[in-house]
């Protein structure tokens, strides 16, 4: 079942198109990854499915809510962990989780014990957001989008200028989040999309240029590597 | 309620941790006054401007503009780090947000002006001359509410528009202005015909109905009376008031859905 279409949605700006009819559909319960290089158009599109931005035209349907008319609902069951440090900086790692889970109402001590369970941050619990280490405010990141344990996650670059331990940590509990959540994630690290995703849609320049899973691309370019798909893609878009 | 109370108790935890509101907020108001009275000790007590009764509106309507300063870069900041952003794509609406750092703006104000009016207490105990009622007081804090509001309400606005490089700059800007333009520290009076645009304003009005409620004298020696020019002086607080509370709601909701 599809959780996610994305039915032609153009995105502009007055002297840029950041999307271009653009087409997708997102499964329940799948992996799902952007990705492109910069200014591919994948953190604008993260940002109208979450509300954060308007499209220009097209239509949205986000678990059979329309986003034009019914994005309070929608709000109610996504999670977002952003590029960008996103997190309440003087407040301590238990006191960002308590802040996050009042909105939703969520039983709070229940869900903050478990989200310190599975991202481990019993360590740094006290300690203030600012003082974490880059892996550790990621992890707190994703912890804060899960609190309302939405049905949709989406992770705006989860690993960005993480070291190769720190992701590949956090590429496992993506992982283990997958039996309760959709999930969306942009990323620029190819190794990332072949490891965590089960399908991958590729943007540039705000197009589409390819979806499907990861074999599938292969095929379609008639490459031997993921890496060498997408170098293909983007050198024949170019073209 | 719950969410505002929420985001409330996260916005005063936030400027709590953050040395700057003791020192602006709460230090810099008492600092002045006490400024202020050695000058005038050793002007021998010759300024009327600079007397406790003169000088304690002055400087809690003053103080307000360090909580626009305060909330403006708390705003400002929260949009650069994303932190906004992360909440808009929750349930929480704009009201949510925009009375969550009212209430937290509301408790500095009133903080501060406790503080001043201590303050001007213990130093008139210590000049050895009368401090105002505890009705006298009350009245005070009730007739300089509406500022505090305005200043508020124009911090939100001034964070919601502009960056946290930009924000202090606009705010020490205005927080000069209103220094001059409200007869703080010099007297209006000696403005000329400028008194009258000082008096389309709020920060004159809102000083000078203080000052009446003070028994202050101005530089002339005359007593303020609640005369025309407090009356009309309510105008221009309420038109101030109102219209930063209304742009502030409306452009925050819009701030929302930016794409900046």
């Known amino acids: 079942?599809?959780?996610?279409?994305?039915?032609?949605?153009?995105?502009?700006?007055k002297k840029k198109k950041a999307l271009d009819n653009v087409c997708l559909e997102i499964k329940q319960g799948e992996i799902f990854g952007l990705l492109g290089v910069n200014g591919a158009g994948k953190t604008t599109l993260i940002k109208i499915l979450c509300g954060l931005s308007k499209k220009s035209s097209g239509t949205i349907v986000i678990n059979n809510f329309d986003l034009d008319n019914e994005i309070d609902k929608i709000k109610e069951i996504i999670g977002i962990s952003p590029q960008e440090?996103?997190?309440?900086?003087?407040?301590?790692?238990?006191e960002n989780l308590e802040f996050f889970a009042h909105i939703y109402h969520k039983n709070v001590l229940e869900i903050i014990k478990e989200l310190v369970d599975?991202?481990?941050?019993?360590?740094?619990?006290?300690?203030?957001?600012?003082?974490?280490?880059?892996?550790?405010?990621?992890?707190?990141?994703?912890?804060?989008?899960?609190?309302?344990k939405p049905k949709i996650l989406f992770l705006d670059e989860p690993t960005l200028g993480l070291d190769v331990f720190s992701r590949r940590e956090l590429w496992q509990i993506i992982?283990?989040?997958?039996?309760?959540t959709t999930i969306v994630l942009t990323s620029h690290y190819l190794e990332e999309i072949e490891n965590l995703c089960d399908r991958v849609a590729i943007l540039s320049k705000g197009e589409l240029l390819k979806k499907g899973t990861i074999e599938e691309i292969k095929?379609?370019?008639?490459?031997?590597?993921?890496?060498?798909?997408f170098i293909k893609l983007l050198k024949d878009e170019n073209e | 309620m719950n969410k505002i109370l929420n985001f409330s108790k996260r916005n005063l935890k936030e400027i709590l941790r953050d040395p700057i509101i003791y020192i602006f907020c709460l230090g810099f108001p008492l600092v002045m006054f006490i400024l202020f009275q050695i000058i005038n000790k050793y002007t021998?007590?010759?300024?009327?401007?600079?007397?406790?009764?003169?000088?304690?509106?002055?400087?809690?309507?003053?103080?307000?503009?360090?909580?626009?300063?305060?909330?403006?870069?708390?705003?400002?900041?929260?949009?650069?780090?994303?932190?906004?952003?992360?909440?808009?794509?929750?349930?929480?609406?704009?009201?949510?947000?925009?009375?969550g750092y009212f209430f937290v703006g509301l408790i500095i104000g009133i903080s501060q002006t406790i503080i001043c009016i201590v303050s001007g207490f213990v130093i008139s105990l210590i000049s050895n001359v009368s401090f105002i009622s505890f009705a006298e007081i009350i009245l005070l804090i009730i007739t300089q509410l509406p500022m505090l509001i305005t200043n508020v309400f124009l911090g939100i606005l001034i964070?919601?528009?502009?960056?946290?490089?930009?924000?202090?700059?606009i705010c020490s800007?205005?927080?000069?202005?209103?220094?001059?333009?409200?007869?703080?520290?010099?007297?209006?009076?000696?403005?000329?015909?400028?008194?009258?645009?000082?008096?389309?304003?709020?920060?004159?009005?809102?000083?000078?109905?203080?000052?009446?409620?003070?028994?202050?004298?101005?530089?002339?020696?005359?007593?303020?009376?609640?005369?025309?020019?407090?009356?009309?002086?309510?105008?221009?607080?309420?038109?101030?008031?109102?219209?930063?509370?209304?742009?502030?709601?409306?452009?925050?909701?819009?701030?929302?859905?930016?794409?900046?």
């Open chain 1, 1 to 13: 079942m599809n959780i996610i279409t994305i039915d032609n949605v153009c995105k502009n700006y």
């Open chain 1, 85 to 94: 440090t996103s997190v309440a900086n003087n407040l301590t790692v238990k």
């Open chain 1, 118 to 148: 599975i991202f481990d941050l019993n360590e740094v619990l006290n300690q203030r957001a600012k003082t974490l280490s880059g892996g550790y405010k990621r992890r707190l990141s994703i912890a804060i989008a899960l609190i309302s």
């Open chain 1, 175 to 180: 992982k283990k989040l997958q039996k309760s």
């Open chain 1, 219 to 229: 095929q379609s370019t008639k490459t031997d590597t993921f890496e060498d798909a």
């Open chain 2, 44 to 99: 021998g007590g010759n300024t009327p401007m600079f007397e406790i009764d003169s000088l304690l509106p002055a400087i809690i309507m003053f103080s307000f503009t360090f909580v626009m300063l305060t909330l403006a870069l708390m705003v400002s900041k929260d949009r650069q780090t994303f932190f906004l952003k992360r909440l808009y794509s929750s349930p929480m609406k704009s009201y949510h947000f925009i009375l």
């Open chain 2, 159 to 169: 964070g919601t528009l502009f960056n946290d490089k930009t924000a202090p700059g």
């Open chain 2, 173 to 260: 800007a205005f927080i000069s202005l209103v220094g001059i333009l409200g007869g703080c520290w010099m007297p209006v009076e000696a403005m000329g015909k400028f008194e009258l645009f000082c008096r389309f304003l709020p920060f004159y009005p809102s000083v000078y109905i203080g000052r009446v409620i003070t028994s202050a004298q101005n530089s002339l020696g005359i007593t303020y009376a609640f005369d025309r020019i407090a009356i009309l002086g309510l105008i221009p607080i309420a038109l101030f008031m109102i219209a930063n509370i209304i742009l502030s709601f409306i452009l925050f909701k819009k701030n929302m859905i930016s794409d900046k």
